[in-house]
């Protein structure tokens, strides 16, 4: 079983700076796979970013970046030059072993609020 | 990526009804996702439908209240029965489409049961 603690309920953050949003996981699975999405107002799911166990660089992906740090069993969002847009929930997901058949666990989300 | 509609968007429902959701997706995909969001929550999974095969359910959601369909690659079924206050959720469906470095989801059904 898979589970992920994300332990920022909420957050303020001037616009243009950047915004660490942290995730940490626990599975007995070797490999796996790491997701952030981020869920506006409207309710969609928008991916971001993934991350897999065995990835031995940080993914990318424009503005946003994960910061993976295996043995320490997180994988943080980090968001660079943060617009109004950004405002949004943001969850840390992942899936075990079985790939694509297996679905994702989430975490409880973390809701970000870009100030002017 | 896929395009993958949902229908309805949105409904408000009676108590002790039903409502079918329908997931589109204009690619073949093995795997479809269904899962739960209840009002200020995360989200979680309430069955993985193979095609060709019984669904799978998670702990906590069993066949009778949500019974599945997948009768072909392309489109799946979600209904929730004998709808009460507590199933008020946004739904959405995610289909597995081969990559395991992606996973998108529908835009979701937002349902109310009054």
């Known amino acids: 079983a898979q589970k992920i603690t994300q332990t920022q309920p909420g957050m303020f953050v001037q616009e243009k700076e950047a915004v660490t949003l942290d995730c940490t996981y626990d599975t007995s699975d070797q490999s796996y796979g790491l997701f952030w999405y981020k869920q506006p107002s409207s309710g969609e799911m928008i991916f971001l970013i993934y991350q897999g166990s065995y990835d031995e660089q940080n993914a990318t992906e424009g503005r946003y970046s994960l910061n993976f740090q295996k043995a320490r069993k997180s994988a943080n969002l980090v968001i660079s030059a943060s617009q109004l847009g950004d405002s949004a929930m943001y969850f840390c997901?992942?899936?075990?072993?079985?790939?694509?058949?297996?679905?994702?666990?989430f975490g409880k989300g973390t809701h970000l609020i870009i100030q002017p | 990526s896929a395009v993958i509609s949902q229908k309805p968007s949105r409904d408000i429902c009676q108590r002790g009804t039903s409502l079918t959701i329908q997931c589109q997706v204009d690619?073949?995909?093995?795997?479809m996702f269904w899962y739960r969001q209840q009002p200020g929550q995360s989200l979680t999974l309430i069955a993985t439908?193979?095609?060709?095969?019984?669904?799978?359910?998670e702990s906590g959601f069993v066949i009778d209240k949500f019974p599945i369909s997948r009768p072909n690659l392309t489109f799946s079924t979600l209904t929730v029965s004998n709808m009460s206050p507590e199933d008020s959720s946004i739904y959405l469906c995610s289909p597995g489409l081969g990559g395991h470095n992606e996973q998108f989801f529908g835009p979701g059904t937002r349902l109310t049961v009054l």
């Open positions: 439908a193979n095609q060709g095969s019984e669904a799978t359910y």
């Open positions: 690619s073949q995909v093995t795997m």
């Open positions: 997901a992942m899936r075990g072993s079985g790939g694509g058949a297996d679905g994702l666990t």
